[in-house]
């Protein structure tokens, strides 16, 4: 490919709604275009990016027996209707009508067209197990995107599904995929990808992982243990809170806490540490509204992800009305009204001499015992596991909390949608059983953002080779120079021909415009020929990580260069 | 592959609901699954069939110096409003609005994103000329899907967008890409396939081909000359009618013709020809249901797509209402009502003694002179070419009509989309032009059953070897057998060592199942180890399509199969 010829812009200003490195980059560096908020168009490095990436993804698919289909991006409604998730799933799942006026709806996921290609033709035991994967468009009407490729609408994924006879085969297939999932990774040049285990959130199931590649732009929290190797999602990470009991508990006292609504300030106001009081934090259930009040200690923060996985429903942060009966501020758990859902955290069992909220303006209680003032309540983990706080696997208070990127997903789904949707197989008995599904997604562009997150300079991505959307970078210096202007050419043809891509730049631009479209393309192996170069009988070769910079001799160059490519990572 | 664990069933009836060979056959072989109506899932063996198609297209636009790119499938309204077609494409362009209430559509083709994509980034005459492609799937929203992957609602299809700076360039590279698209149907097993002019239709612009590939279940009708090289879709060709007037014309007279309302009678009860009558054929503008009354010789039939061109707006068969002051199977020229569009087929000029409707119930005219009785009036070429009808190019009388599927096309655009969307570059005068584009697409999967159609026996398709699932089918009969086994699966070891693609069937089956089911893959190349051929140290192989069938010995053979693979197209 001739530079000259490249269809994009390459520009040295960052753009100013660019909030992370990734987006700036691959914007300045013509790899795509916004059409609209979180919709791209992709130019042709990212494009040959994306399609590397893919090759990788297939490749271990096909490893681990899966087998390729595709599945439609608009589906009927019906399907999601029999699953329950037409329903269940909000505004992020686009809806229309056809021409007939029959609902449909945009992929975001496939489950539910998997379970509809398979159910017919995997009735008996003996077809199982069985693995089928698609590369495919999805869309998601994410509320917020943000950060480019990071989080869009429109978005290219490898979803795979894989049915299984018993639980042990689906395990057992499920750490085979979490295998090809570290090589995929380890292929794309990000081998530092960590698993963590995750809640499933709408996907059902229980059991279920995400690869994190940890960098400060990420958009999810994960807990790491380290001194185990304990990591999880922020989301699904066990909080343990060792509670201390007062030898003496205090009575009960109404206080007049004047204007005090926050717990800082009435920590303030009676001299008390967070530890020492119960903090209320109100949701309502987005279908009507109903309030739910939770009950967490002071300095707990609650954890969303626990709450609606135990209420079974969605909900959001209330706005609480004077007709509920609640006073806003001064929520506590004696003597609250009556009709709202109360829930405690684990972080309150036991405590005693506790302030809390007197459910009348401007009033606190002090010396709340919860075993002695709200007698026999469950107590359940809602809250969120904090930076020092203790490991669920070792115990010790090594907890570190990072952000990272979310690069794929693997869940093990059970029998949710094979049951909901009707699918059955003969067992060797002649027994009918809902077969047990596995699903294992990777968004390809993400993919793409995050290892060019994670691998660039301020002057551009710096790919690895496996996924370069060129393998070597020919600049030709003063390529009106016609020895010059020979040499290049032909080497650009040899190498060509011995099936290495080349993006060749021979326009009559100064070095320094000719070096940052380079650092803007990226190419791990950049080879400069120029009239001095030339009159020493050498061409000068240097990798795009800085790493490498070496002159080789101009005769036999082409060789000399495939070497290198094969060498470079 | 194992054949055991291919997703998919396969089965002998014919499915009720497939018109046409390649619809039965790729239910019937597992290549497919309908989960909407003109919506499908694929199997691994239509997936892999598509992505060779894709990789030839690639190859060959990357040839003529395509650079691959990515267009979103939900695109914003706003794009669609610039040029002007978010008003004129009808119910087949999917519309929904986002969480935001913004209007999205779904891309059921990509000049406006092209437009888009490029706009910014080719400002300057030597930026040109460029083409972008991409491969993507679509959605249109057909009124009647039908034939399998022939008509289908969402689709994968490559669509490329090229751009110039003069009419001339255009029409070289216009050139270069026929040529790119004879080479992928020749590379794909179908180098049969016909380019003929046709109507550009809502794409806008001039000169247009379709790329045909003639079969008794295409949609399309082609006027095919057989004595010149002259052929177009009949929307687009021209209809020659040799008029021959009487050389006496006879009075006009109101004749009474009860409950004769149709050509077919009144030619009866005239007793004349129905070339010596002036048939009436009446449409409504869609938007408002206006009239417009097209008059044809009566041996002619009326073509729409000549007719809108013409009007410049949508028409449908007309209801005709009392209120509408049009008689019903009474219409002539002659006294007819106002208020409604009147046009003239050139079948008509100059004719004279001709019956015609009388405008009023039970009553037609004689001795209808055009020139005499009508005055001057504008006649126009509305109607369609016939079987037997005067070739446009040679003047002879050598038309046939033939009907085929469409399995690609490319226009002419000129500057459509590039003045309504405003891109412009600047010339190397300095002057502001708008660029001229080509625009050229071929739907994968119709491609996929073009194949299928034209490739194929009762038992299943013959595929290319291009383009086939797998390269080489492997039968071991009597895999219980301990020899067969052993050497059946080296054999199949060996020969994927070696980077043939091999489906291997072990199956304990009789033969008839396992002969069937390799009948349905069709794949080119079959290679049956049996206990019997074993004793004489040989394997049977044979082709798909029946021309060959040979015993091989069984030592080396992975080599001997691997040559006839590289043979075999």
Known sequence: MKLDKLVGERFKERPSDCIVDSHALMVRGGYMKALSNGIFSSYMPLKRVTRKIEQIIREEMDAVDGQEVMFPVVMPATIWQESGRYESIGKEMARFNDRSGSPLVLGMTHEEAAVHLVRDCAQSYNKYPFMIYQIQTKFRDEARPRAGLIRVREFTMKDAYSFHTSQEDLEEYYQRCHKAYERIYARAGIPEVVSVASDSGMMGGSISHEFMLLTPIGEDSIAICTDCDYRANMEAAENICPNETDAVSQEMELVHTPEISSIEDLCAFLKLPAEKTCKAVVYQRNEDDHYIVLFLRGDMEANETKLTNH?????????????????????????????????????????????????????????????????????????????????????????????????????????????SMNMTYTTQDGKQEHPIMGCYGIGVGRLAAAVCETHHDEYGPIWPMAIAPWQVHLCAMRADDPQVREYADKLYEELKAMGIEVIYDDRKVSAGVMFSDADLLGVPLRVIVSPRNLKQEVLEVSTRDKSMKDSISMHGAAQAIAELVAKIR
């Open 311 to 419: 209420l079974g429903y969605g909900i959001h942060p209330a706005v609480i009305t004077e007709e509920s009966g609640l006073c806003a501020g001064f929520i506590g758990p004696k003597g609250l009204c009556e009709g709202v859902t109360v829930l405690y955290d684990l972080s309150l069992k036991g405590l005693n001499n506790l302030a809390c909220g007197g459910n009348q303006a401007d009033h606190h209680f002090t010396g709340l015992d919860m075993a002695r003032d709200l007698g026999e309540v469950a107590y359940k983990d809602f809250a969120k596991i904090r930076e020092g706080g203790i490991c669920p696997r070792c115990g010790k208070k090594t907890i570190t909390v990072s952000r990272g990127i979310e690069v794929g997903n693997i869940f093990q789904l059970g029998t949710k949608y094979t049951k």
